[in-house]
């Protein structure tokens, strides 16, 4: 099971930025463990960003993203109270959801 | 996880995002976001270079623009963090994505954006050496906008 995410989300000029970190290997599959065996890619495709249940920011990712990802976005007149959804799913098919209220 | 489970927890997964493409294609809503639900572009994930890329996700090869914001270090000490930000004021900026052009895999990763969101996006990609990062931005008008920086790499991200 997965760390749960930080999320921060403040009020900012009328908008919410919202600052994302999660939990995640982000596994190139490129290394190779030390007994020369490649290691296989694990990492996060698709997260979807949601502004009271709704979605507004979807992203999908390679291995190139780094490990335990960042990610910032501003909603649009986003104000404290607002309830800012992350989900996110791996190449494993693994998938974390958590949620944060704007301050 | 043991062998067995992960056809079965793939076949629900696949179901699972079926069904919200569907639930969400039939609202009417986020045409273009439920349309990312419908699976992760391999091909374009894959592909070796900028135009390759372009080629997988169905777009004309962008062009340079002042419009677009890349914000990048001048050298990155560490490749395996390197924080990169893309921004544009341009009305109607549909999508964000990131290219290092001399990794494995060119594309880092997109942002689909929809109207309640501005264009504007930061986070951490990893680079195997020094090399060209892009931002690309997609808009509602078919536009392919791109700026650009060369970052140095003094200790490479990706390899072993």
Redesign the interface.
């Known amino acids: 099971m997965s760390e749960p995410m930080r999320i921060r989300a403040h009020g900012e000029n009328g908008?919410a930025v919202v600052r994302v970190l999660m939990s995640h290997e982000?596994e190139?599959g490129?290394?190779?463990d030390p007994s020369g065996k490649p290691i296989p890619a694990w990492h996060i495709?698709?997260v979807?960003?949601s502004?009271n249940g709704?979605?507004?920011?979807?992203?999908?990712?390679?291995?190139?993203?780094?490990?335990n990802?960042?990610?910032?976005?501003?909603?649009?007149?986003g104000k404290a109270g607002d309830r800012i959804g992350i989900h996110w799913?791996d190449?494993?098919?693994e998938?974390r959801s958590d949620e944060a209220v704007v301050t | 996880?043991s062998i067995p489970r992960?056809p079965s927890?793939?076949r629900?997964?696949l179901q699972r995002?079926a069904a919200v493409a569907a639930m969400?294609a039939g609202a009417g809503?986020?045409p273009r976001?439920a349309a990312?639900?419908a699976g992760?572009?391999k091909a374009?994930?894959e592909a070796k270079n900028v135009d390759d890329v372009m080629k997988a996700l169905g777009v004309a090869r962008p062009q340079e623009s002042k419009e677009i914001t890349l914000t990048a270090p001048d050298i990155a000490e560490n490749g395996?963090?390197?924080?990169v930000?893309a921004s544009s004021a341009l009305p109607g900026v549909k999508r964000l994505l990131f290219l290092?052009e001399k990794?494995?895999?060119t594309?880092?990763?997109?942002?689909?954006?929809?109207?309640?969101?501005?264009a504007?996006?930061?986070?951490?990609?990893?680079?195997a050496e020094t090399s060209r990062v892009y931002a690309v931005a997609t808009t509602a008008d078919n536009r392919v906008l791109f700026a650009q920086k060369q970052v140095k790499v003094t200790l490479g991200?990706?390899?072993?």
């Open positions: 908008n982000m190139t490129l290394r190779k495709t698709e979807t960003a502004l709704k979605p507004v920011l979807t992203a999908q990712w390679g291995t190139a993203i780094s490990k990802p960042f990610l910032q976005f501003t909603v649009k007149g799913i190449n494993h098919g998938q | 996880m992960i927890s793939r629900q997964l995002s969400l809503l986020w976001l990312a639900q992760w572009n374009a994930f395996a963090v390197v924080p930000a290092v990794n494995p895999n594309l880092a990763g997109w942002f689909d954006l929809s109207d309640a969101v501005e504007s996006v930061s986070t951490r990609i990893k680079m991200g990706c390899g072993g």
